[in-house]
């Protein structure tokens, strides 16, 4: 697998929860921060979406917002419109006049993703995602959209685990397409993995995560001179190559820790350490406490 299908199954993302969300009249809401992905796709009308320190965005019919860790936000038909305090809810929710037809649809919901590595969501991808309609290069993720607003608006038979796999599908999609944007994308997998050089160094690493990479190395991999490599490397992950490795390696062992019993011995052995002992040091050193300590708490 390529540095992104390894990220994507690393964090095993599953619908979480998808709700209609419909508004009558003028409305407004407001919704404290929570650290969970948060998806909307505008189905009819239109709003604005806001969040803290930011201009409002205007969402219409067909367009998609993606956000791998959801802050604070208000939702609004109308910028003078009272923004009531909400609660995130599994439940259909309805803003505005509590009688009428609803001028504004939008189906809205949440991932679950594991909880041991999700930092990575945010260190890796983008924060906001936005597809609007009118964007051609969407085309692919316009179809599942659409396959998405068919089902929901139609009661067929087992609507609800067929928009559920199409809303995963969609999220990795959304994650893919975000690296579309080229050198305006932020620092992160998606931007690293549009540069040859760069792909050609990560695809190696995550290969064979065992290897005793070095600078010198990979750097010859990609092509470029070593300081050449390791700035470009550094303004796109955010990290050193060395330190990048650290961290997946890190990233897969609380993955494994996580997941039930296994020897130090060989998750060291695995992920490229000489022995337990410089495993668990190390381990230490990136999540402030030991294997053990971290297995027996993601256990509970």
């Known amino acids: 697998m390529d540095p992104f299908s390894d990220l994507i199954g690393l964090l095993r993302p599953h619908a979480a929860v998808s709700k209609p969300i419909t508004g009558c009249g003028a409305w407004g809401a407001r919704y404290n921060a929570y650290d969970a992905p948060g998806f909307a796709i505008v189905l009819e009308g239109c709003c604005f979406l806001q969040f803290e320190d930011s201009e409002p965005v205007r969402l219409s019919a067909g367009d998609f917002i993606l956000i791998p860790s959801t802050p604070a936000f208000a939702l609004f038909s109308d910028p003078r419109a ?43 991808l983008p924060g906001i ?17 659409a396959l998405i607003i068919e089902e929901s608006v139609e009661d067929r038979p087992g609507r609800e685990p067929v928009v559920e796999r199409l809303l995963e599908v969609m999220l990795v999609e959304a994650l893919r397409w975000g690296g579309m944007n080229g050198e305006t994308m932020p620092s992160g997998m998606l931007r690293s993995m549009r540069d040859p050089s760069l792909a050609r160094a990560l695809r190696a690493m995550h290969a064979d995560v065992r290897e005793r990479w070095t600078v010198e190395g990979l750097a010859k991999l990609a092509g470029m001179s070593r300081s050449a490599f390791a700035a470009r490397f550094a303004e796109a992950l955010g990290a050193t190559p060395i330190d990048y490795l650290a961290q997946w390696r890190m990233a897969l062992a609380r993955d494994a820790l996580s997941r039930g019993d296994i020897s130090l011995d060989r998750l ?22 030991s294997p053990r300590e971290f297995g027996r708490s993601a256990g509970r």
């Open 82 to 124: 009272e923004r009531i305090p909400r609660e995130p809810t599994d439940q259909p929710v309805r803003h505005g006049e509590a009688e009428g037809e609803p001028d504004f649809r939008m189906l809205g919901g949440g991932f679950r993703i594991e909880p041991v590595n999700a930092a990575l969501l945010l260190a890796l």
């Open 129 to 145: 995602i936005h597809i609007r309609a009118n964007e051609g290069e969407a085309d692919r993720l316009k179809r599942i959209v």
């Open 268 to 289: 060291a052995g695995d992920i490229g350490y000489d022995s337990a002992s410089a495993f668990s040091t190390a381990f230490r050193r990136h999540n402030g406490c």
